[in-house]
Every structure is written in structure tokens, then in C-alpha cells.
């Protein structure tokens, strides 16, 4: 490992889009059918809504008739459950009496629902018609606001809304959801290819004659389908195999199950479709999540490694009867390879998919020696397959899910997209003392590190702080030792900085809670003044206790600037906060700056209230 590590010059080498010329001769390749030709991609409902026919209005629910052949794609937000028969949901199998909470945005392909039987339903009570009905669904109204992001953040104003004309027709009710019946320009839906089903079907029918551990790894180009291949996999597995599920998602810039700057093993227990916004739903469990603090891996490679270690170390100690299914960043060459080479040294893979737009291998087939043991998928990526196009850049999908992150209240289970501006902030006292004695006993904020900044530079860490995402962590206490006190670096207007190093060498038992966004450092009151959707209530016990102590790391996550100064204000201040109850806007000057270590910050005054 060693020798490929010496060559990080090498490090910053974008990934071709093209695949490799090079024809594999390593492992035998399963033969499944590599058919390079595109289907149709299905952007809108194969079929039209009348009323009293196949659907019937209510005041926040609709009922729907689905005949064999039906396919429905729907955008917006809604709970799914089948009445009679059972639905096929992007690969998952939904049954009678079951139901599903769905988020469907213009961020992912649009879910795609199908009646999963060709069996006529018997004695139909709800539909008096002369068709032949297989399943029959209730579609509900959520109304949780999150339509009102785009509020906030109008990069974002299509999440939902279309420029086509798309309506449930012949009705004036009102629901969070919208059947698409006219093509939706440049979406389609996740309707699944044979190959990949093949794929599946052989993993699947292998997987059941074995009880041991197996991991599923997926590789390729960037925007070539990884995270929609691994959805649909874990998808069908949920609906088939008794196997625990758990998915390895190493991707900090476009994670699918954790925070974007981390690094997570979740255990998947109900399906992956839609928008997945893993903090406002049970789709998941969280196994251990790590802060990287990076939207790419090669900024600090090494940590990298060693954070993803501790995850893997999880991994291998996973009971039998276990699938763990890796979510790989889209890089095959440079670091991209180093990753897959540690993993592949690790960890037994059992499955090997590539995805590429032609059959030929990828450089990363080559370059690794896998074991023989280490089965070869090769399938068409997914923009191969269909006409699906992104919309949103992976800056703007960042910011979306960072901002979904802290404006999310967990106690009514619903969206406030006013600026945070317009809260009072949480304030979290900190000390300034390097005495062991005293740090061991304090019940707040011990320090904070900046990753990949100068222990000796101090010039510009208060403001490194302002207005920027931190993340919350947590030691146990009996891991702090008097050699702590020699990496803290004192500084009369701010928190105790700690050298990185030593944080770095705690990792194993840091526990990341969550990010908050910095609103300002009080230096008279010794306090931090910060917003986060956090639950503080364990923590603070745990703080009083003496049982762990609290840090604050900083990577290098943008914040948007619409958190802090909202772009509505430059074209209408007066009627933009009036909305809001207030007159002007608060707490923060028009000021910008690049000049500080961390990014850009605005300036604060603290006439502000706090709780």
C-alpha cells in the first residue's frame, strides 16, 4: 500500500468520461447479455385518469386502478399504500395493508409504479367498471412544507413545479403530488432494464445458497448510474431475501444516506426511492457515520483511508446473513483507484459490477488484481439507458440537502424554510484554559480544529467560524489525556484550537451528531451561538455526566449564502421580511469577504436573542 501511496502527485487527475480501449482478460466475466441499445425512456403515465373509471377524488387522498400493463410516475411528496393486489415500486414489491412515505423531486429519477399482478381483482367493491383492474392504491397528501425550499433557495425551483402543464384532472382539490401525464422535459422515470434485472436475478438466486458475509461492489465513470443501480438492487433484495441489508457509502460530495462531507454504513430496513432524506424518515439505521469534512476524498487521502477503515472494520465484524452493497465515488482512476484497490484488500468481494456506455473495461479492471473468487458483472450505465439528464449540479444538490438538513424540525416532523436568521440561535459555552484538570471536568466546548489548516496560524480562526457548518463530535471522556492539553493552541478571541493530529488519532471514538451552522462567537460570555436541528438533550447529560466532551470540527463545506444573506432581500427587503414578521433584516451586514482561512463570511452584530 505503501508504494501506491507515494504517488499523490497523480491525485488530481480527472476521470476520463471514456472508457478504456483495453479488453479484459482477468476474471471470467459472467456471461449476462450486454445489449448496447437504449430502451425507451418512459417520462410520463402510460395511460390516462377518468374520473370514476380508474380514479376517484377525495379531499386529500385519491384512490387509483391500476390495469397489468399500467405504469404511473408521479412527482411530489405522498404516502402509497395498496388496497387490493400489490405494486412494484423501483424494484421493491409492495403488498396489501403495506404503505410507503415517498418523496419523488426533479433531484432523482421519478419512481415508477406498476401493478405487480396479472391476476383480475375479484368482487371489486371501489371501481364499478367493465375494465379489468390488477391492483388498486391510495395515494395521500404529505404536507410537511418542503415545497417551500425553493423559497429559500430558487435554484431549486423546479423540484416539484413543471414547466408542462401536468394535473390530476377534473378536480379542484389540492394534493402535494402530481400524476404526470404529459413528458416532463428531460426526466424520466427509473423504469428497470432486463440486463440490469438479470444482473439481480443472479445475484440474488446466489447470494440465497450461502450464508456467509457477501459485499456487492458497483464502479464506474461519474453520472454513469452507481447510487440508482445500488437503490434498485437493495430495493429488490428487501423484497425477496431474508439477508440483512446494509449499504457502504463512501462518497462524501454526493453521499445518498448521510450528510454531504461524511462517510457512513447504514442499515437499510425499508426501500430507497425517491429523493432520500435520510433524517426525517425510518428508512434507515445508521451503523456509524464519519465526518471527512470534504466533498472529495483526495484533499486529505490518507485520513480518508483511515476514517473508511473504520467503517470497513464494522463491516467485517457483521453477522452472517449479510449483503453489504458499496456505494463507490465516480472516479476509476488516480485516488479513485487507490480506493477501490484498499477495499478490494480489506474486504471479500463477492460481486463486481462496472458500469461503463460500452462493453469494454474500465482502466480499474486491469489495474487490480482481483481474486478469482470476486464474480464480474458488466452492464450498460444508466444514461445509456435512458434520456434521463440532471438537472442540478452537484453544488446545488449539496446546498439542497444541506439546507433540507437545517431546516428540518424533528418534533413536528415538518419543513420551516425561513431563514435561520429569523430564530434565535442556541448558545454553547466553551473555555480558553489548556489546564487538564479544568478540561476534564468542563461540561461544553473544549476546541475546535480546522482540517488541512496550519496549527501555527491563527491569523483569521474567529472568522473561520462565522457563518460557516461545523460539525458536532463527541469523545468519551476516558479518552482524554493529559498529552491533550500539549495540541491546544490558546487564543484570546476565540475557543482552545486543537492540533488536528491529535483529533485525528481519537477518530476511532469520535461520535458525529450532526452539523450546525456558526451564527457568531461571544468572547466577553465565553459562548458559541449556533443553529442546528441537533437534539442537544443527550448530549448535555452526557456533558454533565462527565461521561464525554464536546468538540467542534470545521472542513471545508460552502455554506449558501442564502442561509445567511438571502438572495430575495437584494430585490425586495421591506416585503421580503415583512413575510417573516420583521422589519428589516437582522443579525447580519451586507459585508462579504474572501480574505479568511475557512471561506466567505458575513459580518455579525450581536443584538441578537438567544435560547
Known sequence: MTTRLSAFAALNNSDSDSDSDSEGEGNVVDNVTFENTAITPLNNSNFSLREGVNVQYHHDYILLALQSDDILVIKG????????????????????????????????????????????????????????????????????????????????????????????????????????IEPELNKSS??????????????????????????????????????????????????????????????????????????????????????????????????????????SPNHQPLKYLKQLDHLIDNILSSSNNTITIINSPGWVKGFGTEIISHLKNKLSITYLIQLSHTNKDLDILQSIEWDYETKIFKALSFSSLSLNFNLYSPAVIRNFKLLSYMHYNHENKNYNFKPLLSNSPLKVSYITSKDYSLLINYPGILGFTIFDHPFSYTEGLHESLECQYVAIVTIPSTSLTTKFSSNILKHENCPNYINETILHSLSPHIKFHGLALIHSIDTKNNTINMYTPIDFTNIRDNLLNNNEKLFILKGREDTPIEEIYPVQILKDSASYWSSFGLDALPYVSASLSNEVMGGKISTIRRNIQRR
Open 77 to 180: 411528496r405522498y404516502s402509497i399504500s395498496v388496497i387490493q393486489g400489490s405494486v412494484l415500486i423501483d424494484g421493491y414489491t409492495l403488498v396489501q395493508g403495506k404503505s410507503l412515505k415517498i418523496n419523488a423531486s426533479s433531484i432523482n429519477s421519478l419512481p415508477s409504479i406498476q401493478s405487480n399482478s396479472s391476476i383480475p381483482i375479484e368482487n371489486d367493491s371501489i371501481f364499478s367498471s367493465t375494465n379489468t383492474y390488477t391492483s388498486i392504491i391510495k395515494l395521500e397528501n404529505i404536507d410537511n412544507h418542503f415545497d417551500e425550499i425553493s423559497n429559500l433557495y430558487s435554484h431549486v425551483k423546479y423540484l416539484y413545479n413543471s414547466e408542462i402543464s401536468n394535473s390530476l384532472q377534473n378536480t379542484s382539490l389540492s394534493y402535494t403530488f402530481t400524476i404526470i
Open 190 to 295: 427509473t423504469l428497470l432494464h432486463q440486463q440490469w434485472l438479470n444482473i439481480f436475478q443472479s445475484i440474488i438466486n446466489e447470494s440465497s445458497m450461502s450464508i456467509n458475509h457477501q459485499s456487492i461492489l458497483t464502479i464506474g465513470n461519474k453520472n454513469t448510474g452507481k447510487s440508482t443501480f445500488s437503490k434498485l438492487l437493495i430495493n429488490t433484495l428487501l423484497s425477496i431475501s431474508n439477508k440483512k441489508i446494509q449499504l457502504l457509502d463512501i462518497d462524501p460530495g454526493q453521499p445518498e444516506l448521510c450528510l454531504p462531507g461524511c462517510i457512513s454504513l447504514t442499515q437499510i430496513t425499508s426501500p430507497l426511492i425517491g429523493t432520500i432524506l435520510p433524517w426525517e424518515n425510518n428508512t434507515a439505521t445508521s451503523i456509524l457515520t464519519k465526518f471527512i469534512g470534504f466533498s
